[in-house]
């Protein structure tokens, strides 16, 4: 029996299509627009690390970056999660190996990462990980379905 994968709807990647282009506007706005102060909010944050490392605090801060990160990944998770205009059994099977293998994958590269970036910077790498998982599953599941369309023929 083929496990049923719950999936949204093939309408919902326009939905994620516009969640990554205002992603991308955000992530604009963040470095070359000057951070208007519309974005700027008090927020509730466990840990606040600028000049002082506070704990449990309200702090002031420009969201945009933050908001830019959220809409990027839950626009790519919209898309490759959503079904196929014709949705099929073996897509789920290429879905659960994509998703297996994009995870080996995102790993393997995240370990080395992690013996050749050191300070800062590994910190920064390493909250990109969930979005290049994101994206190699989706170069997998693609290259899946390509893969069987073009062995079919």
């Known amino acids: 029996m083929e496990p049923k994968l719950l999936l949204f709807s093939h309408r919902s990647r326009f939905y994620g299509l516009i969640s990554i282009l205002v992603s991308l506007a955000c992530a604009w706005l963040y470095f070359r627009g000057g ?3 519309l974005f700027n909010i008090r927020i509730f944050a466990m840990v606040s690390a600028y000049m002082e490392t506070r704990y449990f605090v309200w702090a002031q801060t420009n969201i945009l970056d933050e908001l830019s990160t959220v809409l990027l990944i839950a626009g790519i998770t919209i898309i490759s ?3 196929e205009m014709n949705e ?3 897509l789920n099977l290429f879905r659960i ?3 297996y293998n994009s995870l080996f994958i995102t790993l393997l590269l995240w370990i080395c990462c992690i013996f050749l970036i050191y300070g800062l910077a590994i910190f920064i790498v390493s909250s990109g990980v969930m979005i290049f998982y ?3 599953y989706n170069i997998l599941f693609r290259y899946y379905m390509y893969n069987h369309s073009h062995s079919s023929n």
């Open 97 to 99: 190996k994509a998703l």
């Open 81 to 83: 999660f959503s079904k």
């Open 35 to 37: 951070k208007p102060d």
């Open 134 to 136: 994101l994206i190699i």
């Open 88 to 90: 099929s059994e073996l």
